[in-house]
């Protein structure tokens, strides 16, 4: 009797009931369709061929799902992980003119800097170092870019585009969530009906990822490397973490940092640029829409490592059916994808007054694309920010200082 009572509870605790399995897919589907096209323009940036990519997208999906479902099963709550959008958008706006084992090399670099933070403890204190007015203004001027093609590639292919817009704006006003996802769906449909598919390159096929020599090199090391990982951290693991403690799960953080780091580090050589705490496809899995029990939306999490091990084994075909599209649908798609963010950040980068003139300085030098001594703007922009931030602090401190005084 007792047995089958156990048996019974255990039955109970491990049930997926047909919402959670769903929350589980939505995460994973909105993940993909709100970031595939731009992880496609990074590795194509890199000088990665299709075969590449596709072994990038394999290795990707299976590392997100392993850290997923560790994760959640370990600790029992909806820890979900996701690549870093922002990062791979600097990699797509950086990457060009370097190699793939330059590439490798800048993964290798920044997720060990990321390992060192959680084994350390540093990634607090490093936050505090840079003011977030600053991460903030950068992060807008490395996506500017792909706000502005979602836009202009209406010059050439306006219904496509214009269509996928429409679609995008409707969505947005009576299902929000599903945006993406409905603009990815109609942009599909006018690229089919148009005769814009290629249709000779789309396949299901399983690729196996290969291994990438690293390459180091100081100036893709620190025009690149740096800022990367300071964008995986500040834009990437920090909306993640907060987005996990607002739903009332506090984890510990440095072996949060630790296993991704460490995970990303290892597969590093394979394409994985980057694995983090997800922010915007976790709160899918942390809602109550995803189960009413709080102690069992972890269930969600773990289906969504499933899926994300489902999409890992299809990574070749996820990356043939980017290939047969035409790159105006890749381009809207991706700058839809990120106008929240981009919003988000100019907001937070120009909400406090007295610091507004360093964080322009640092958004316009990052969106400027300026490339000095081999160096990325985006390592620029912070720098030129951060000298702006540092002289106007200390020359607005002294009147105010004499004004206090004076009181």
């Given amino acids: 009797m007792d047995v089958i009572t156990h048996s019974g509870a255990f039955m109970r605790q491990f049930s997926l009931p047909l919402p959670t399995v769903l929350a589980g897919f939505v995460a994973v ?47 029992r709550a909806p820890v979900l992980t996701a690549w870093s959008t922002p990062g791979a958008a600097l990699l797509a706006t950086s990457l060009q003119g370097s ?25 607090a204190r490093l936050m505090k170092i840079i003011p977030p007015s600053l991460a903030a203004a950068m992060l807008a001027g490395i996506l500017l870019r ?17 269509s996928m817009l429409a679609v995008w704006l409707a969505a947005k006003a009576l299902m929000p969530r599903y945006a993406i996802v409905a603009a990815l769906l109609a942009g599909l ?27 180091f090199t100081f100036a893709s090391l620190t025009g690149i490397g740096l800022p990367f990982f300071l964008v995986t951290m500040a834009s990437q693991n920090a909306p993640g973490l907060a987005t996990m403690q607002a739903a009332g799960y506090r984890l510990p953080v440095s072996p949060l940092m630790a296993m991704t780091g460490g995970l990303a580090l290892l597969l590093s050589p394979f394409g994985v640029f980057s694995i983090c705490i997800a922010a ?62 981009i919003s988000g950040s100019l907001h937070q980068a120009l909400v406090r007054e007295n610091e507004r003139d360093a964080a322009i300085i640092t958004f316009l030098v990052t969106a400027s694309g300026v490339t000095l001594l081999g160096v990325g703007s985006a390592f620029w922009g912070l720098m030129a920010g951060g000298i702006s931030y540092a002289v106007l602090a200390t020359t607005r401190r002294g009147p105010a200082l004499k004004q206090e005084k004076q009181v």
């Fill in 189 to 215: 449909a006018v690229s089919w009906l148009g005769g814009e598919v290629d249709s000779a390159a789309l396949h299901f096929s399983v690729a196996a990822p290969a291994f990438t020599a690293p390459e």
């Fill in 280 to 341: 915007i496809t976790a709160a899918i899995c942390q809602s109550p829409d995803a189960h009413p029990d709080v102690h069992r939306r972890w269930l969600a999490a773990a289906a969504a490592g499933v899926f994300y091990l489902l999409a890992g084994l299809c990574g070749a075909s996820i990356t043939s059916l980017l290939a047969a599209l035409p790159l105006p649908w890749i381009q809207t798609l991706a700058g839809l994808a990120l106008l929240g963010t």
């Fill in 99 to 123: 190699t793939l084992n330059e590439a490798v090399g800048v993964f290798l670099f920044a997720n060990l800097l990321i390992v060192l933070c959680g084994v350390t403890g540093l990634f």
């Fill in 146 to 162: 792909f706000g502005l093609q979602a836009f202009s590639a209406m010059e050439d292919h306006f219904w496509l585009c214009g």
């Fill in 29 to 75: 589907l909105v993940g993909y369709a709100s970031s595939a096209a731009i992880i496609w323009q990074a590795a194509a940036a890199a000088g990665a061929n299709i075969a590449q990519i596709a072994g990038w997208m394999t290795a990707l999906g299976i590392g997100m799902g392993v850290s997923t479902l560790a994760l959640s099963l370990w600790y």
